[in-house]
């Protein structure tokens, strides 16, 4: 009896919820959300060959600008509003083995992924302003390079070891600090302490060599003394060591470290004999040298010996000044007045401050006054001026 009436009940309300359901026009689906459904797809499938670092096909999708070009609406790969005149829907769909499927690289997209792209683009393809901002922010973060160090096992003592100097460090106003959040490498900066680094504070860092990866003295204190220290830090992939007292004989013990990659010796006094050290080391690869005491035979011969190294010895900085001097020199002497002396005090030295084009020559004038005066009148002075 119960069941019975349940089922009464059941049959009563059914009907006018089917007839409900039947007025609705279309299936309650909420539109494509662009940053959740779509931008995270550009990211990790498209961006890397269509975004900040290459723009394969002339193509960015990494702003909404990009893909939308102003007054180039006839190439856009995305029509809005239509999914079959859409060149990148199309590129999407085609089979594994064709030539312009894309991503162009891994696994083609799923159906249902592809999916999501068509009703985003038949929606109107909506890219909002905010999306534009994650995308920047996502892309930026995964530059941060993903860093994974091979250190070696540290027992409890040398744990306790590092421990302490750390703090030691950090007392004297060092950055200490984690080289990436997943890993015990550091990253240790003295660059900020200046000339209170001496090689007595540097000393400090021995402790930390089973961890150090990263180190900065640059517009330090040290000296060649801190050579043997620097020989310990065996873990030491980055140096940056501008504009310090360092020269050859701590950048040849630098140059035998293991794994050290980077160097930047920029107005350190490294000579073409740490150069050459650094240019035989095992891993080092990229060594900044402007302006320290490493001579263009000494580059020359450093990247003969060394093929794999990417030497900066600013030449391009240099020529570039050199060029701006020049076109300043070149200016000041057209700008330079052709009268020793103001034609209108006739007893004054010019002051080139005051000067004006006449007759195609650039007169000057010992004050304002004087200047106002000949414009009101040149021929009046014109005796008073040197002959053409
Ligand atoms: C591994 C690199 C790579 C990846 C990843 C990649 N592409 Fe491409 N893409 C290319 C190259 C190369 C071209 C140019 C050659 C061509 O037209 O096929 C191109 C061209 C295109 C074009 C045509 C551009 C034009 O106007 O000529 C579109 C659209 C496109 N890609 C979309 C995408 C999308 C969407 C993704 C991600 C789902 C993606 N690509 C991922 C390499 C890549």
Redesign the pocket.
Known sequence: MRAFASIVFVFAFAAPLALLVAQEPTPAVAPVDFQKQIAP??LA??I???GPK?Q????R?DAKAHLFPQGDEA?W?VVPGKPDDS??LR??GLPADD??V?????EP?TKEQQELFRRWIAEGAVWPAEADEWLQKEIAAAVIPKITFDLPPVDDAQKAAIAKAVQALQKIGAVVQPVAADTEALDVNLSLLRDKVTDAEFALLVPLAPRLVWLNVSRTAVGDAIAKDLGELRELRRLHAANTKLGDAAFTVAAKLPHLEYVNAYGSAMGDGGLAALAAGPKVQRVYAWQSKVTAEGGKAALAAQPRLQLDLGDYVEGRLAAAQKEIDERAARNKPVNEMCPVATDKKVDPAHSVEHDGRRIGFCCAKCKAAFQKDPAKYAANLPPK
């Open positions: 797809m550009l499938r498209c890397d060959c269509h290459e394969k096909g002339d193509l999708l190439e790969s060149d990148l590129r999407l030539d312009d894309m991503p162009a690289k891994g997209l």
